[in-house]
């Protein structure tokens, strides 16, 4: 069990302009649990396959415990993998599987046997051990990759968006056990995968990721409450947020009706482009409110009826002169009256409005 | 159900059909048979040319060897195993069963292992690996006999090797090559190793390409350097590429004719004589027709006999 | 892994010097068959370069002659291979019937027979047929021989092959002739590619039964002719070797030109 290090740690891929991974600096603690996520070919993948050993490193470092590990071979690391497709040797049996890294690590047999024998214990998998891969089914298949790592008790735990296969009920099931199973053993692991809602349930802490850059590394709760830019904002959360163009005047944003008071240092920031800002909020930053109360018009265009939670997928269709015209989701109590081709008068709570600036991205505070 | 025949052309059935989806639901039962019943006759042309030029003459070539066939005179008698008791007792069939034998063994295993390494080459990351397939499997294509004549050049006294050996200091090691009759035999082997290590090559390359690269690495972070990921990991999933190249080798070793007829004609004296060889000696020079259909069938059942038991070791392997 | 290390840059070097080991002879075979008569002392270095070996070759073993045969012979019996054992692969993967299966296993047999047993007895027959020294006898040959290979090939490939357009096209009501001309043959195409493939090459290439029929004819197919023509000069390589080159040429052009299909026939084919 070790701490885990990226420092600047940089890949490009052949002649490419932009780096697969750029100048990544990242700390995972002893025992943490943490989850990179981000969308296909934002560098998630290649980062943690950097920290195999199976993808070189152009330049920075990364350490393992106080080793630096740049350039030690992926045997001599002291790391297992659960790869996304699994990578289950197809002609060993379950039992063979799971003990090969024992036997290529000269541990004798009978211990091999021992430790198999409780992986496949604690993953139910004991009725397995004789049997070949291509005769289980994919959540067998998962555990017994799962089985594979754990058997080698090693430093840290790499898992390739191990969930992905799997069908749905499945996923949500297999995500607990998982996540249990951690805590249980203490291992630090990495976790990446594409899937917001995994990593917001599963991770110690979240690293979100796009286009090579670390854009936030913090625990799901401040992701979702305090986004640093509007990629992060955009990503975490499921409806995501809303946003939309607007910009500031004199005495703060206007959203029909009332102004949004603003300080004057976030003014300040935003003082480019004439007060120009992205402006977000929830879903469930929106409630609904009678047709003459101040508060923004917009017709119904869905209706997503999901049993606890009802969403509203709409347009405002008058734009005042601080918010732009936009789609907007909101979250509207169960009994609501709504329906498709409605108009509905929708009002903001200003205390759950996120500023970003227009240019950069970046929070306002 | 009603039979598909007897919808008419706008049935929305018959459209559905068409369209391929429902057709799998309605499957075999009536399309099918009637197709096959009626197609019977396709096989005839096949059959007929595959019948006149191989099993008709097989079966006669078998009888053949237990007569006194002279290729010529209709009138036959029959001699028992007389053929074969003759073979027994030549020396020179004696000595071209040991060396189809010893060629074919040789071949099998240096072809392959060579193939195998080279395929492993290729397989790498090695920018040049294009270039070095298209290369290495060149000769594989070229005609026989012209490779032959080439290396029977390269072979000779003063030929392009000795010179070589000379050139850089090692004179010393300059031989007769295809003229010293204990060294022959493995310069015949060399050649056919030369021409065809490539295309044991290339039958590795296809397993090698169809193991994900996920299993490699999975061994790789699981702890085994470059042999044992090789030995336990790769070897096992191309098995099937070994056996097809073992099968080859072992068979086309067997019936080698080409080279070893231009290369040394069967000598020096008989330093070199296969079956191939001799059969086709035995008939168009000595005239002796049964004896070498004997041969022919000797060498026949030996094909059958090695194939039959290295196939079936081979399949093991390949579940192991 | 994706590690381009030292070790990788030390395998290309090995790699390509067991490449250049390997290509040398070839090398050695165009250098000296561009060299003028009685010059072989260097073979690796590079001395005064002629043609005149090339011109000489080409009349005196007839090679002309021999290629335009070699070509008849493999087109022909190439396409008559094509046509039948594709016919023949249909019912042999269609059908479950016990001669079906017995069919098929007939053919199956002559992978397994080397072809010296019915050498003498076929050679007899084409003597007795007056088909020696003809181009046509040869064609007869391949036919015959080729068929078991190319059958196994189409019959496997046929099997994995939908039976949906089959079965459409007799709702639509072609009778299975048409059938299998128009919808299931140009599905083979894949497969058909592989088969000619790899029996071109093998026909280009065969040596023993042209040299059985037609040698000391005026019908001669490259290898043959090259036999014929080496037994007549033998210490004269450069003349030899100018013909070895041209006789080998057409085929390595084809080679380089459809390397890719070439080589997948060979792996793909062969894997079954």
């Not at chain 1, 995968?193 to 936030?216: K, Y």
């Not at chain 1, 709760?221 to 500031?248: C, E």
């Not at chain 2, 019936?255 to 191939?276: C, H, I, N, R």
Request: net charge neutral.
């Amino acid at each position: 069990m070790a701490s885990v290090r990226y420092h600047e740690v940089v890949r490009v891929f052949g002649r490419d302009q932009r780096p697969a991974v750029d100048s990544l600096t990242l700390e995972v603690a002893d025992g943490e649990f943490l989850v990179l996520v981000g969308p296909s070919g934002c560098g998630k993948s290649t980062t943690l396959r950097m920290l195999a050993g199976l993808e070189r490193v152009d330049s920075g470092s990364i350490w393992i415990g106080s080793r630096d590990v740049t350039r030690v071979s992926p045997k001599d690391r002291d790391i297992a993998m659960v790869f996304q497709n699994y990578a289950l040797y197809p002609h060993m049996s379950v039992e063979q599987n799971m003990g090969f890294a024992l036997k290529m690590g000269g541990t004798p047999r009978r211990e091999t046997k021992v430790r198999v024998g409780e992986a496949a214990h604690l993953l139910a998998l004991e009725e397995f051990l004789g049997r070949k891969p291509g005769s289980l089914s994919g959540g067998q298949r998962q555990r017994v990759a799962m089985g594979r790592a754990i058997v080698r008790r090693p430093q840290v735990f790499l898992m390739d968006e191990p969930l992905s296969n799997l069908d749905a009920k499945l996923r949500v099931q297999t995500r607990t056990e998982i996540a249990a199973l951690q805590r249980r053993l203490g291992t630090t692991t990495i976790y990446v995968t594409h899937d917001q809602v995994e990593a917001m349930t599963m991770g110690d802490r979240v690293a979100v990721m796009n286009e090579g850059r670390l854009q936030q590394v913090d625990t799901p709760k401040v992701l979702y409450t305090r986004p640093a830019n509007v990629f992060v904002a955009g990503f975490i959360g499921s409806p995501s947020m809303n946003l939309q163009a607007a910009r500031l005047v004199d005495d703060g944003l206007w959203l029909d009706g009332y102004r949004v008071p603003v300080g004057r240092d976030t003014r300040a920031a935003a003082a480019d482009r004439d007060g120009a800002v992205v402006v977000g909020y929830r879903p469930e930053a929106v409630e609904l409110v009678a047709e003459d109360e101040p508060g923004l018009t917009a017709v119904v265009e869905a209706v997503e009826e999901l049993g606890s939670d009802v969403f509203v997928y709409g347009a405002f269709d008058a734009t005042s002169e601080t918010v732009h015209a936009a789609d907007v989701v909101a979250r509207v109590p169960v009994d609501a009256p709504v329906a498709r081709g409605k108009r509905v008068r929708l009002r903001i709570k200003p205390e759950a409005i996120h500023l970003f600036s227009a240019s950069t991205g970046e929070s306002l505070g | 159900m009603r039979a598909l025949a007897d919808l008419s052309i706008d049935a929305p059935e018959r459209q559905a059909i068409r369209s391929g989806g429902v057709l799998r639901a309605l499957r075999v039962r009536t399309a099918l048979p009637a197709a096959a019943a009626s197609t019977w006759w396709f096989v005839l042309p096949a059959l007929a040319l595959y019948a006149f030029i191989v099993l008709v003459p097989t079966v006669r070539g078998s009888y053949y060897s237990f007569t006194n066939w002279d290729g010529l005179n209709p009138v036959l008698h029959f001699v028992g195993w007389d053929n074969f008791t003759a073979i027994v007792h030549d020396e020179a069939a004696r000595g071209a069963i040991k060396h189809t034998v010893l060629i074919a063994v040789a071949i099998t295993i240096i072809q392959n292992a060579i193939g195998l390494l080279l395929a492993l080459g290729v397989h790498s990351q090695i920018k040049s690996k294009y270039v070095l397939r298209v290369a290495l499997f060149a000769p594989a294509v070229m005609t026989p006999v012209v490779i032959a004549y080439l290396w029977q050049y390269l072979y000779t006294p003063d030929g392009a090797i000795n010179r070589g050996l000379g050139a850089v200091g090692l004179g010393s090691l300059e031989q007769g090559w295809l003229g010293d009759p204990s060294l022959a035999l493995w310069c015949i082997v060399a050649v056919i190793v030369w021409q065809f290590a490539g295309y044991s090559m290339v039958i590795f390359l296809a397993g090698l390409q169809g193991i994900p690269p996920e299993i490699t690495d999975a061994a790789a972070v699981d702890g085994a350097g470059a042999f044992r990921r090789f030995w336990y990991v790769t070897r096992p999933m191309i098995a099937p590429a070994i056996t097809v190249n073992l099968m080859l080798s072992i068979i086309g070793g067997l019936k080698l004719f080409d080279q070893v007829w231009v290369l040394t004609g069967g000598g020096p004296g008989y330093a070199t004589e296969t079956l191939s060889t001799l059969i086709y000696r035995d008939a168009f020079q000595f005239g002796e027709f049964a004896y070498s259909t004997a041969l022919a069938l000797l060498l026949t059942v030996f094909v059958a006999v090695v194939s039959g038991a290295q196939y079936r070791l081979l399949r093991r392997q390949e579940y192991a | 892994m994706n590690r381009y290390t030292w070790r990788t840059f030390g395998l290309e070097l090995v790699m390509i010097a067991t490449a250049v080991v390997f290509v040398f002879p070839l090398y050695v075979l165009v250098n000296l068959s561009l060299r003028p008569q009685g010059q072989l002392v260097d073979p690796l270095g590079v001395h005064s370069l002629t043609l005149a070996n090339y011109s000489d070759a080409w009349h005196q073993a007839g090679l002309g002659r021999a290629i335009f045969n070699s070509v008849v012979v493999t087109v022909a019996s190439v396409a008559i291979v094509v046509v039948v054992s594709s016919l023949a692969a249909y019912p042999l993967a269609r059908s479950t019937a016990r001669w079906s299966r017995w069919m098929f296993a007939t053919f199956m047999l002559g992978l397994l027979l080397p072809f010296q047993l019915a050498l003498l007895p076929l050679y007899t027959t084409m003597r007795d047929l007056h088909l020696l020294g003809s181009l046509w006898g040869l064609v007869l040959f391949y036919s015959g021989l080729q068929v078991p290979f190319s059958v196994f090939l189409y019959t496997a490939f046929l099997r994995a092959l939908p039976r949906d357009y089959e079965e459409a096209a007799l709702l639509d009501g072609c009778s299975p002739l048409q059938s299998f001309r128009r919808i299931v043959f140009p599905l083979l195409r894949p497969i058909t590619g592989t088969v000619v493939i790899l029996n071109a090459i093998f026909v280009w290439n065969d040596f023993l039964t042209p040299l059985l029929y037609l040698s000391g004819s005026d019908r001669q197919t490259i290898p043959v002719a090259i036999f014929t023509f080496v037994g007549q000069y033998t210490s004269n390589w450069q003349l030899v070797f100018a013909a070895l080159v041209m006789g080998v040429a057409p085929i390595l052009l084809v080679y380089f030109a459809m390397q890719k299909q070439i080589i997948r026939g060979f792996a793909g084919g062969l894997k079954g």
